[in-house]
């Protein structure tokens, strides 16, 4: 399917994925409708910060997934629906697991609610990674048993199998996107990337400080995962209501990247672990890998940017985001 002219709502879009695909979007020609949530702040998140072009070619909406009126509005008449909005940090999953519930299963029901009564071309989910777990076996496979080590993880397989319950019951076009680790520029300090940069490029932070460093992670550039998007939303070989994984199959450990981002910063600050940002035992994932290869012969995507050039992409993006003075006086990123 081409993307010229056809209607497409990205949710999330105001988010580090959503708005890079919805750039992708607007430069492949579609109308593209950006949903960002709501807020009293006139902020659309990312939105805001694209080239004005950019901007003047989509349409920009305010919004929340969890309003299934609001939703049932918004997805008529639409040809493409790329539901990217969800609640994403691991972390705060633990003290608040009703409301990633409230957002990424019952925010996606709404969503796929008005795809039933509108019809579109197809509805692509996106999952994630870590609905597998510490990997039982790697490279990890969408035959891999799906295994809920947090909240967040749990909530993302419900979503995935409701996701499945709706093309069975009632033949809707949808596709399930499973992103590995993406990184890249915009993405917030919640991620080990984004963190590990900021420290290194600081002068406030003496030391760069982690959590859990032995843990390897299959890291997929933004603009590659955008792509894996754009194919999953155009090819015609998909099967609807299955799974379709998005990495590198590259897996490198945490300690491996934060040596990386030293090196290419130039920085000599010291590794220091710091307890408050380890997740419980039994609900760390030790290892993610990814078999892309069915995404892979289904429409020939494939990630196309080593770990060096996409952290050097994101360290430059960082050292104009930091001289800029989008930080708070406590020094902490401004998003």
Known sequence: MSYHRAKVLVTGADGFIGSRL????????????????????????????????????????????????FMMRLCADQDVIFH????????????????????????????LEAARAHRPRRVIVTSTSEVYGT??????????????????????????MMAEAYVRSFEL????????????PRQSERAVIASTIRQALDPAC??????????????????DTAAAFMAAGGSARLDYGSAYNAGTGIAVTIADMAAAVRR??????????????LRP???????????????????????ETPLDAGLAHTIEWWRRTLASGRVRADGSYLV
């Open 22 to 69: 919805v750039e992708r979007l607007a430069e492949a020609d579609a109308a593209v409708t950006a949903l960002s949530l709501y807020n009293s702040l006139d902020s659309h998140g990312w939105l805001d910060d694209l080239e004005p072009g950019v901007t003047a070619a989509i349409t920009r909406v305010r919004g929340d997934v969890r309003d299934p009126a």
């Open 84 to 111: 990217l909005a969800a609640l994403i940090a691991v972390p705060h999953s633990y003290g608040a697991a009703q409301s990633y519930v409230d957002v990424n299963v019952t925010g996606l029901v709404n969503v």
């Open 135 to 160: 990997a039982r076996f790697t490279p990890i496979t969408e035959q891999h048993p799906l295994h809920g080590q947090s909240p967040y993880a749990a909530s993302k397989i419900a979503a995935d």
């Open 173 to 184: 076009p949808v596709v399930i996107l499973r992103p590995f680790n993406t990184y890249g």
């Open 206 to 223: 003496p030391a760069i400080r982690l959590g859990e460093t032995t843990t390897r992670r299959d890291f997929t550039y933004v603009d």
């Open 264 to 277: 290419l910063t130039g920085t000599n600050k010291p590794i220091e672990s710091e307890s408050a940002r």
């Open 281 to 303: 035992t039994d609900s760390e994932v030790r290892a993610l890998l990814a078999d892309s290869t069915r995404l892979a012969d289904a429409t020939g995507w494939r990630a």
